[in-house]
């Protein structure tokens, strides 16, 4: 029988010399770096790639070995552009500069504009965010919002992103990818929903529910339990209850805040509805000002890749090879593109940081469109 020890002997030796061969390679390609510094070239290059991987995939025997050869190499080259990214940034060779650090974000003297009407989550979000000084309107529609900030009528948009039991507020996603605003901070909140009615109704009279699809998801077990009720979305939570108060019909309920209900006479039918008693929001706030303040501390990204097997793979290394936290992923269909994603990425860290430019140099050298949707 063949010995193990033996053979493991002998892989050893094989695998430092694989090592002794790979730190060979890689201080040429510090050459190629010092090359590509001195002279302008980008770091990759696909085609030379697509050239070595087919001649060396040729030497292999066998389809086995050649997928694996094809994947080594993949392997060993896009860490050798890793590692020219980072000399890249050592010799401080910047990428233009697309946001502007800044001590403080300016808040004296500014318009905000949220969506919905007053007694909506974004509301509270606002007023939780910034200092009771500020002027402030509101608009129907999300897009409605990010084209007030665009147009220079509020220096700040609100908008909700993510809730912790229904999950991203997917249009918001998609309209970010749209507009070029920049997020500079964010503003979490926990709704406490509670089912509205007219003062002289009660639970029994109950029929339809309006309010926002995300409130009516948060809400789900306990819509769940009355399966009798009609459940009909409407564009906010607080316009819900203005609406139940409206149309003076008792058969009608609103699902929105305590505030809304105080807002429009309501009466609280219902306490404690959401499935999940963290139930928290978190709002973005947006500006048109290319800024960053100095201190902080989270990047969003999204970028586009070319379909191709591993792409993904290869842009989360970057973030995963300098060290940086990935704090959350999400995809979005591109439209026009069937089957194609837009990737959502956030992770820990500062524009300054020596990580954070390898990383994000990365991902734009290798992404099919990229774009930092702020650092906040
Ligand atoms: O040949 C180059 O231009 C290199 O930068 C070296 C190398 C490699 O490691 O082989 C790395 C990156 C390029 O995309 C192509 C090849």
């Known amino acids: 029988m063949i010995d193990l020890l033996e053979s493991r002997d002998k892989i050893d030796k094989i695998d430092m010399e694989i090592v002794r061969l790979f730190e060979k390679r890689m201080k040429i390609c510090e050459d190629v770096a010092e090359y590509k510094i001195a002279t302008g070239k980008k770091v990759l290059d696909a085609e030379r790639e697509r050239q070595k991987l087919k001649a060396l995939r040729g ?130 909140i926990s709704p406490r929903h509670v089912l509205l009615g007219l003062p002289e109704a009660s639970l029994e009279d109950i029929r339809c529910v309006y309010s926002h699809s995300q409130a009516l998801a948060q809400c789900s077990k306990y819509l769940e339990a009355h399966p009798e009720w009609r459940t009909q979305e409407m564009e906010n939570t607080a316009g819900s209850a203005k609406k139940v108060r409206e149309d003076g019909d008792i058969t009608q309920a609103s699902i929105a805040s305590r505030q809304a209900g105080e807002l429009y006479g309501l009466k609280v039918l219902a306490e404690n509805i959401c499935s999940n008693d963290k139930n928290a929001t978190r709002f973005v706030i947006v500006s048109k000002k290319p800024i960053y303040v100095k201190d902080a501390n ?79």
């Not at 500020?134 to 608009?139: A, L, P, W």
């Not at 793979?313 to 995809?331: A, P, Q, R």
């Not at 524009?351 to 099919?368: C, F, H, P, T, Y």
């Open 298 to 376: 989270k990047i969003s990204v999204f970028f586009e890749l070319y379909h191709e097997s591993g792409t993904l793979y290869h842009m989360l290394s970057h973030i995963i090879y300098n060290g940086l936290n990935m704090t959350k992923i999400e995809s979005r269909p591109i439209p026009g593109k069937n089957w194609q994603y837009r990737f959502f990425v956030d992770f820990e860290g500062n524009l300054q940081d020596s990580a954070v430019k390898n990383a994000l140099r990365g991902i734009e050298a290798e992404a099919d469109r990229m774009r930092i949707l702020g650092n906040y």
């Open 59 to 188: 030497r292999a025997h066998g389809e086995f070995n050649q997928l694996g050869i094809q994947e080594l190499f993949e392997q060993i080259m896009a860490i050798s552009r890793k590692r020219q990214y980072q000399l890249l940034t050592e010799h401080g060779v910047e990428d233009e500069e697309k946001l502007e650090m800044v001590d403080f974000l300016p808040l004296n003297n500014v318009t905000v504009v949220f969506q919905g009407v007053e007694g909506a989550y974004s509301y509270a979000a606002m007023r939780e965010y910034f200092d009771d000084d500020i002027k402030s309107f509101h608009v129907k529609t999300w897009r409605d919002a990010m084209e007030a900030v665009v147009e220079g009528k509020a220096d700040y948009g609100v908008l909700p992103i993510e809730n912790s039991t229904a999950g991203i507020v997917a249009g918001i996603y998609d309209l970010l990818t749209e507009y070029d605003l920049n997020i500079v901070g964010e503003q979490i």
